[in-house]
């Protein structure tokens, strides 16, 4: 081991306190001596030195305390800027924070169902320009764009795979066209779950687990798997699209390949929520009524009614002695529900179809926590979660505990923007050059 000279201190003590402001937001200088340990001479030179980086400012004072309020100091916002991009079938959200995490403005572009002039390249250059402006960046000033997409990209051969429904991501040269639309800021692609699985381990219902599975259900069923705090991908990036896995209660799908589509997808997707209901008598709303206003970057109408429908389901089970008794139905899900149909019977069918699946990634991953997020699984809420749980505990060897998502509004923009603020913030905070 080598010894640690001045300047390395120096600049370990110069991250450490960059980090926390991160993390705290203003602090004084007693205050960050306390949480990094160092005298108040050196937390004053540290501090010193940031100012003239031009990394830390003054940021008022210090209120509640009697006496004289303490300077307190904060990262300067300005410093860097990133950007994230969620997208989705008839639409792609953008955003951009500074390197606090503040996100200083959104954007949503409406997509047609085929990319008209300029193709895919076009319509994120857009998005991505809306934002910035409503931010008051310039494009070209952002530091990193982290893009998420449902699927994954090939490592071995570039092309974009299991999102056959994604209309023009799929040509050989599409990375190339939209790096040089986007120079000169670097672009980074992710699937769009491993996203929503960052920012709820960074921010969300996953924080301090090493090894947790988020399970999400929108437009799609698909899975994020972190095994020792990492993203487990896979060989062609498809670890985690359990969609296609073939599950007890659906008909044994071949070709999934070709028609995008497999037995899990088919038992517990959106799409299959529909049949679900009216096999048990549920009415069920008329696609466009039931997520409210279509617009740019809404929710697919299949996911709005699935989701509608556990909502709905969701409110019942939390009224007992509402339904009428009537005789259940024969299918797969006959007898999991006692003798009632309606909207209950809904919920519990469907935390049935649901455990089926994970069930299969509990027995081979044996995580300690899985998170159960997405626009359809948010809508059954509390209940939906409990009664999945339940039937887990019958199909399953462990028992890990079940989670709603915590982060609100889009996680996979959220996610998009941490990933994007990490890899900056590690080249911004490195004073060891100055």
Sequence with gaps: MVAGTPRVLRVMNERA??????????LSRARLGALTGLSKPTVSQLLARLEAAGLVTAAGTSEGRPGPGARLYALRGEVAHVAALDVRPGGVRAAVADVTGAVLATRTLATPARPGPGGVAAQLTAALDGAARAAGVER?????????????????TGRLRYAGHLAGWHSPGLLAEVAAALHPVPVEYENDVNLAAVAERRLGAARGHEDFVLLWNGTGLGAALVIGGRL??????????IGFLPVAGAPLARGVARSGSGGF????????????????????????????VRGAGAAPDGEAVAAALLRAAAEAYARPGDEPAATAPGGPDAGVFSLH????????AY???LATGIASLVAVLDPAVIVLTGRVLAAGGEPLLRLTEEELAEL???RPRLLAGEVTGDPVVRGGLEVALAAVRDEVFDTSAR
Excluded: I, K, N, Y
């Design 17 to 26: 306190a960059l980090d926390l402001l991160t993390e705290h937001g203003a």
């Design 140 to 156: 070209t000033a952002l530091r990193r764009v982290v893009v998420g997409t449902p699927g994954a990209f090939d490592p071995r």
């Design 232 to 241: 487990h991908r896979g060989w062609t990036g498809g670890a985690g699209e």
């Design 265 to 292: 997808q088919e038992l517990a997707g959106a799409q299959a929520l529909p049949g679900l209901a009216r096999e048990l008598g549920v009415p069920v709303p008329e696609p466009g009524a039931a997520g409210g």
């Design 341 to 348: 149909a309606g909207p209950t019977a809904l919920l519990r």
């Design 351 to 353: 935390a049935v179809r």
């Design 396 to 398: 399953a060897p462990s």
